[in-house]
Every structure is written in structure tokens, then in C-alpha cells.
């Protein structure tokens, strides 16, 4: 598991869309660790299953089937019982409840065992919050991404705009801050970076000049 790449950083810091890129690049499978825990906190706010409820999460967790299926090199489609849901798990009210689910210490034990399991069978390239510190300790290439809150901010609201939505740009920022407090605070495998993380700041720099960087980093370590 030695080779596989790991990307960990708050929201917005450009982690899917860069390791998309590297995945497309190397010919590894991206895994995105937060469209789990997505999927997840979207099957319970469907099923009326609460957030505050660990035990009532685990056993949906054990009875939810959650699939990545590669549809092109680096774009990858995740379903959750069969149903396609990468689009449907980005909701605003999924992004609201999302870290109170990935709090539990147990909903994470399940969701990390499905990750090693996906990394053990092809080389990856793995993003999420944990996965330099405690998914995958021994990868080889560890990243930390990170850029000002504001920037963070201002990228997300943009995709919310350009997909329709009316969300004032302060609302993403609040939103945004909250979820970071509560993954930098919790208890079990909090956000932050691993020791022997390389941490970039993106704020000001393009996706492909992060994947550049990224892959040279990587070619000068082998
Ligand atoms: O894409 P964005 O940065 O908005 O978030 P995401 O990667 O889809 O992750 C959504 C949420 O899942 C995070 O805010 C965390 O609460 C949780 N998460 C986690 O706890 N551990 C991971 N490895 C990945 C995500
Ligand atoms: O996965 P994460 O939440 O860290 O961020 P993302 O969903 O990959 O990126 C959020 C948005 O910022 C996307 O629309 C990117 O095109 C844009 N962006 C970026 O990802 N990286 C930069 N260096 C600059 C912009």
C-alpha cells in the first residue's frame, strides 16, 4: 500500500480536484473518503436515521452498500445501494450534517475499513481528512492542501452559482467554518496533517500548478 498517494486538507483547499487530476495522470483509482461519509449522512437524512445517534448510524452503515465506479480515467461515479448518488450527496443539507455523522468514532471505524480494503486492491489516490495520519500511515506520498478561509469560501459559493443555487457567499464561509471546527476538533481522527506531510497552500495557485507540483514532489522521492 506503500505507493498509494494521500491528500488530506479543510474544504474547498482543492483536494478532489486535483487528485482527480493525479489519478487521471498515473493511472491510479481516486477514492474520495468524503463522498462516503456523504453518502452515508445522505441515506440517513432520507431515512430519518438521526446524526446524533452512533449506534443507529453503524447499522446503516453495515447495511449500505457504497460503490466507486470508475466512469472515465480520474472521474469516478459512487452509488449507495445500487443508486447513483454523486451529485445528490453535494446537497447543502447534506454538507451541514455531514461532520456531525463523521464525528462518530465507530460510523469512522466502519468507513475506514471500506478504505483500506479499496486501497489493497489497486494503487489509489485517496482524499479525505485522516488518510496521511490514520487510513494509510505508510503511504509513500503524503499531501497536505490548505488556502485562507475566504478563498476556500469563494470557490465553493462559485460552484453553488454556477449550479444554480442562491447561497450569499457569507452563508458558504460560516457553513464551511463549522465544518472545519468540528474536523479539527473531534476526537478520533481529527484533521491535520501528518508529520511527514508535504503541506502546499493553494490559495494562489491553479489546480494544475498544485498537480505539478505534486507529481514533481513525487518524482524527486522515488
Ligand atoms: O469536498 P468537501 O471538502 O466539502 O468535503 P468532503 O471531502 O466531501 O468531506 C465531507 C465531510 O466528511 C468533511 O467535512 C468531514 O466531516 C468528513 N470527512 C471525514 O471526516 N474524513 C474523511 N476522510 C473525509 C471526509
Ligand atoms: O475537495 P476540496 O473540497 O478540497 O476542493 P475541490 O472541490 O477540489 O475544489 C473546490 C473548487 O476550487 C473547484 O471548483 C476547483 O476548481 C477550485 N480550485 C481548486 O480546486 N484548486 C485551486 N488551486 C484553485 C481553485
Request: hydrophobic share 40%.
Given at each position: 500500500m ?11 483547499a482543492?483536494k ?5 487530476q493525479?489519478?487521471k ?13 456523504r453518502?452515508?449522512t ?5 431515512e ?16 449500505t452498500?457504497?460503490?466507486f ?19 445528490l450527496?453535494r ?12 464525528a ?13 480494503d479499496?486501497a ?7 482524499d ?6 490514520h ?9 497536505f492542501?490548505?488556502a ?15 449550479q444554480?443555487?442562491?447561497f ?32 502546499i497552500?493553494t490559495?494562489?495557485l ?12 513525487i518524482?524527486?522521492?522515488c
Amino acid at each position: 500500500m506503500r505507493d498509494n498517494i494521500a491528500i488530506d486538507g479543510p474544504a474547498g483547499a482543492g483536494k478532489s480536484t486535483v487528485a482527480r487530476q493525479l489519478a487521471k495522470r498515473l493511472g491510479y483509482l481516486y477514492i474520495d473518503t468524503g463522498a462516503m461519509y456523504r453518502a452515508l449522512t445522505w441515506k440517513a437524512l432520507k431515512e430519518g436515521t438521526k446524526v446524533t445517534d452512533e449506534a443507529a448510524l453503524v447499522d446503516l452503515a453495515r447495511n449500505t452498500s457504497l460503490e466507486f465506479k470508475e466512469v472515465a480515467p480520474g472521474e469516478v461515479s459512487v452509488y449507495c445501494d445500487g443508486e447513483d448518488v454523486t451529485r445528490l450527496i453535494r446537497s447543502p443539507e447534506v454538507s451541514r450534517h455531514v461532520s456531525t455523522v463523521a464525528a462518530w468514532p465507530r460510523v469512522r471505524e466502519e468507513m475506514v475499513k471500506l478504505q483500506r480494503d479499496l486501497a489493497a486492491r489497486r494503487k489509489v489516490v485517496m482524499d479525505g481528512r485522516d488518510i496521511g495520519t490514520h487510513v494509510l500511515p505508510e503511504a509513500n506520498h503524503k499531501f497536505f492542501l490548505t488556502a485562507s478561509l475566504e478563498e476556500r469560501a469563494r470557490r465553493r459559493w462559485q460552484e453553488l452559482i454556477a449550479q444554480g443555487n442562491k447561497f450569499s457567499l457569507e452563508e458558504i464561509k460560516r457553513e464551511i467554518e463549522e465544518r472545519d471546527r468540528r474536523d479539527s476538533q473531534r476526537i478520533v481522527a481529527p484533521l491535520r496533517p501528518a508529520p511527514d506531510a508535504v503541506i502546499i497552500d493553494t490559495s494562489n495557485l491553479t489546480p494544475e500548478e498544485v498537480t505539478e507540483h505534486i507529481l514533481k514532489t513525487i518524482r524527486k522521492n522515488c
